[in-house]
């Protein structure tokens, strides 16, 4: 009995999920189409229409979800239920009976509890999924088989929460970086200057370093701190005693820096929910300047590089290439170990914090006369005329139809419109029995993107009507310029476009 | 429930009581005297430890050392053509590093003994603390340096000097290294070697290597083994039952016969036989019995089982191909033979001898180091070895 109870009980529940989903899947559609047949109508019924059509849309799917979340909990919870209750004898027909109407109670209550995901979860993963059309596109997978999870904000949300707990040991080194790169460690910095140099001198050390780093920086530790028991050296109270020399000349003392934030704080301070918003704040720092990178980025790739300003990037081009045949012919007499390896040393030193603003001085003092020179000389000449920019633009033809309407009287013809649309018999708007897309007056009418229309052109009639009727196929009868059909005779109208420079 | 009591490490801090009532005054004079030599010998020993707290320091100054080499001896077959600009650069480094190293060791010196002279004099606790530190790094130096060079006779004297000669030879007539080809570089790398040899990680590393089977199998080849009554040979167990018998190793006992009838039945006499046995092993005694007597001899056969811990703390019969092998026996001259399986023993009983015990009589384990030494009764984690005899006794009547 408590069996054909649930087995109707299911079936009913897939019965609606299965009309659920086609009502979705049925106004998916439908706006699909409306979207279609909408573009070409005109652009502000269009735009209106589409607006309240999208919000009846989203309400619809919104409740679909909602109805479909809460209907696939139930039906869970059901499959769940006989699951546990599977080992029941079959005689025992009043134990059923009792346990049928206590785990009613139990649906009826558990209703938001348990289950795998928790209510909201699941609501904004389906709402999601019928939000984005249904094939989203997938990504490029090295490994055939890796498929891409759907979007889930449960997953996503751990996944934000486990990377911030991870990146606190990026942010770590990063500082550890910082800290050696700013020599406030001189001996990891001349260390790590010396690996350099070893690697400059022989490649090879790119694997061996690695390679040696694992074996004696990694498992030789682990195996240090498993086995032997450390140094038992006692420390005294007093500080230490003795100096060293390379310490005191190297060393960039933290103490002169001003930026005094991290010093105020101590490790013991920091507890487990200000680490969270540490590293969050780290990470949002990270994604700005990240951000910031990418900017520049494109900016050169799309202002500089791309012909904005039209004496730059010809100069840039013409330098790069310059700079391309000086550095191939100067290759053969370049010893590069000790070119890269000196380059490092030098640029180390260079920004040592006790060395730079003393070379900042230097250079500043120097340069402030010449830059004094070349404001003499820059004054007297504002443009340059290194560069002779006379390319031509690229030019095309651009064409629009005049459409005439027969009058009452055959022989008689009113103006029509200026479309882009032939409007012959066979023309989808003619058929459809409405207006083609167009405008009523000649001036109203836009060259195409990025291009402009040839100002010293104007729009010129094409004569030559049997070339361009032959090419579109059309078997219509001639007069004079114009082709002619039973209700309509259009005539082609050309023009010289040419592209926008800027 | 009652959280439970955890037992402290022992230091020493804890008892000592104020020492400055009870040094005398010299001694406490010489002391602060000593103090900046303290601190230096110190600094230089956890320089040679690496446990400074900044030991980039001490690679920079090794190499620095390096070039301090290279730039000092001249070179044997000084070339003049090969002196291109990279040779310049690193003899001007190397004059550099000389002076550098020269000027921070006056330095450092200098700052210790104008520190200890400016600040409050040290107390006695200071003094005693830092000599305690640096008899703990003489001792840590001592201990590892033992652990690869132990000379204790002329014997492994001789064999470090041939092997350090074959080395030796290697390395100059047949460059064996590719590096090393004259004094200079030889130095340098020796430098380099004493240097990083105390590092945590290369004595971590030793250790590891140390684990490996192929190397002490070549060090025990060389060495020879550690037992020193060891000998490799196998003993098959009539030659074992010959030795004993041909040094007269057992022990002779007298039965009195009081009932003919007890002697017809073999258990009976085996019972009689194990307790004469038991006597005699305890308290020989050599009394004449007036009384009708038969004289036996038995032989207590001593089989011991060695077994070795290897990985998941398995015990298994597998030794080291150097080591005792699975079942050893020990001649009475006192050397260890390997030996067959006991079970062998059984059936290879030498004519006019027969069996006084039905089974073989296992001793409970006895539980050793690595080297077999042992350390008691119950398995720990330092035991990697395991030992139990087997013992069986035969009689035969004494011939006359």
Redesign the interface.
Known sequence: MKEYFRLKYIELLDSMLNAEELLAAFKDIDSANDETSMVDDDIEENSNSNKSVWNKELLTKMASSLVNVSLTKLKNQQQQQPGEDDDDDADADFLAMEELQHYIDKTAINLKSAGEKPFVALFLDKLISRLVPEPLPAREHILPDVVDQQISVALLASNVHKLSEKMENVFEFQDTIVRVLTWRQPSQMILILLLFTKICYNPMYLILLPLLYLSLGVIVKQYNTKYSEGTHSRQSHRGKIGKSLFNDLFKNDPSYNTNGNDSNTTPQEITHGMQVVLNLRDFQNLTTSQLHMMDTFSHFLNETAAFKDERTTTLLVVGLLFSCIAFKALSPFINWSLLCSGTMWIGAIMTHPKLLPRLKQLCSSHSQVKQKQKQEESSTSVMKYDVILDQQPSARYVEIFEIYRQGLIPTTWKFFIYSTSLFNLTDEYRRAQTPPPGVKDLSQVQAPDQWLFDPNSKWEIDNNIGDWASDRNLDLSLDKEFLVDSAFKRRRLTRRVLKKLS | MESPHYAQFVTQ?NQRIPLIMTTPLPVLKGLSDLY?LL??ID?IL?TL?W?TD?S??I???M?MVCLSIRYLFIPNNLIITETC??HM?LDYLGLLCTS?LM??TG??LH??IM??RN?EP?TV??IV??L??VE??LH?IKKEALNLFVINNYRVLFQWLTLATFIQVLIFKFHLLPYINDTKSYLIVAFITVSIFHT??I???L??LWRLQYLRIVYFWWRGPHDKFYSIKNLAPLAYFNMIISNQSYITVKLTIQNTEELIKIETLRNRLIELYEQEENIPQMTEISTPSLTFNIMKICVKENQRKWQNGAWTEKTLSYERSNFTIVSPFGTVFNSDNPLNYETNVPPNWIKLDEMWNKSPWTYGDGNWQVIGSKDSTECFTRTRSWSFRIFQRKPK
């Open positions: 801090i900046p601190i230096i600094n956890s430890l446990t900044d980039p320091l690679f920079v100054n190499m600009v990279q650069l550098f000027c921070s330095y450092y700052t210790v520190e200890t600040s040290p606790d200071d603390i830092l305690e530190n703990h790094k840590v945590r990680t004595q971590g590393l250790q590891i």
